[in-house]
């Protein structure tokens, strides 16, 4: 072990952390200095086996050299162009390369920098639609209870985590919420899809009742919500969702910033369970989490409708300063090749059974009151402390962190998204550290 850990050596005061509790972290600091492979290294020496893909990102593990090679290259070549009415060949070859594992006719691809963005431009892009097919009424977005979208207004007016929309005021206006998939009392421990809940999507046709499908423009859902604790979606739900949405000529979005790139089993969620979206977010592995970045793919339909109108018009009026960044093009035409040489967006599904019956393994801890999986995500939901939600899960999370595991916490359930270069010792040695950790909070 190091003898001075980095945080001895640093003032911690002027970054303010993101989602962090800066203060009590600033108290008992964790950092990360180093990573290579399935592990971090902290600052002050240990290994910690990575159960998270970093935050659901690193998905072909960490520190890949040719990504960095990549990079390090497009830098001395070209640094930046400037992406509105100029461009440079990388971002074209690599919008072709990912139609080219995207879900059928959805080879339309605009670039942004995170999942936030990638979400608020498919919202927009949305929106446009309507309006440039003569349905300017269509405005209103629909999202579900306890979906994550990002932090931008779009976002998170459509997201459905109550705590994170309540410090911010008013939000979007027109925005309705399905209700969430989650429940226990007749799903818990269900190993792959839950069996019940698919009516839940039938609440798209009271929302329908309600506003009028003249005013909703699109539905957004993650197929398997992430951040809120890993839920997959019931049998038949998603199938349900399509058809309300085809029936009243809404959007479908899926938000894929988390199942995208090979989490469930085939590049994306779309493709796993065969539902065609209209447009679909993503960010993350795009690039392996190494270069902000992030991609919308849009049906060619969708897009074709906003390709009208003068010639020399800007059709869609958006767009970042490092929409295709050459570092991030850069990263991710390498990390496609990654994915394609180590067929690494297929190598979820292979892995599935062993991680399923690892996860499934901690069901008769203490306090395990459900354990749900597919693909390579999974969650471990925990009773919540008498104190209140979030405590056993927060202090399970730091006890695996000090005995060498990284997991996340969403509220009481451990999340699990390990990367997709993991072997089945991984998910044994994860289930042993985190089971110790469970019995540790009873
Ligand atoms: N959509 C989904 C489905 C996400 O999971 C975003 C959008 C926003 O992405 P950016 O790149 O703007 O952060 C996300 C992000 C967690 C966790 O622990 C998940 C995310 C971010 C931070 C933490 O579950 N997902």
Known sequence: MNEHPTSNLHDLSQHWMPFTANRQFKDAPRLFTAAHGMHYTTDDGRRVLDATAGMWCVNAGHGREEIADAVHRQLLELDFAPPFQMGHPLSFDWATRLAGIAPEGMDRIFFTNSGSESVDTALKIAIAYHRARGEPGRVRLIGRERGYHGVNFGGMSVGGIGVNRRQFGQLLPAVDHLPHTQDLARNAFSRGLPEHGA????????????????????????????????????????????????????????????????????????????????????????????????????????????????????????????????????????????????????????????????????????????????????????????????????????????????????????????????????????????????????
């Not at 993650?222 to 009243?248: D, F, I, M, N, Q």
């Not at 040489?341 to 008769?364: I, K, Q, W």
């Open 199 to 442: 009516e839940k999507a039938d609440v798209l046709e009271a929302l329908v009742a309600l506003h009028g499908a003249d005013t909703i423009a699109a539905v957004i859902v993650e197929p398997v919500a992430g951040s809120t604790g890993v839920l997959p979606p019931p049998k038949g739900y998603l199938e349900r969702l399509r058809s309300l949405c085809t029936k009243h000529g809404i959007l479908l979005i899926f938000d894929e910033v988390i199942t995208g790139f090979g989490r469930t089993g085939t590049p994306f969620a779309a493709t796993t369970f065969g539902i065609a979206a209209d447009i679909l977010t993503t960010a993350k592995g795009v690039t392996n989490g190494v270069v902000p970045a992030g991609a919308v793919f849009v049906q060619r339909a969708v897009h074709d409708a906003l390709m009208q109108g003068p010639e020399s018009a800007v059709e869609l009026l958006h767009g970042y300063t490092y929409s295709g960044h050459p570092t991030a093009c850069a990263a991710g035409l390498a990390v496609l090749d990654i994915y394609a040489r180590e067929a690494l967006l297929t190598r979820g599904a292979e892995l599935a059974p062993s991680f399923e019956d690892a996860v499934h393994s901690l069901r008769e801890l203490p306090n395990v009151i459900d354990i749900r999986n597919f693909g390579l995500m999974a969650a471990i939901e925990l009773a919540p402390r008498a104190e209140g939600p979030g405590r056993r899960g927060y202090e399970v999370m730091v006890d695996c962190f000090r005995s060498g595991l990284l997991v996340r916490a969403a509220g009481d359930a451990i999340a699990l998204s390990p990367p997709l270069i993991a072997e089945r010792e991984h998910f044994e040695e994860m289930a042993a550290i985190l089971g110790e950790a469970i019995k540790r909070a009873s």
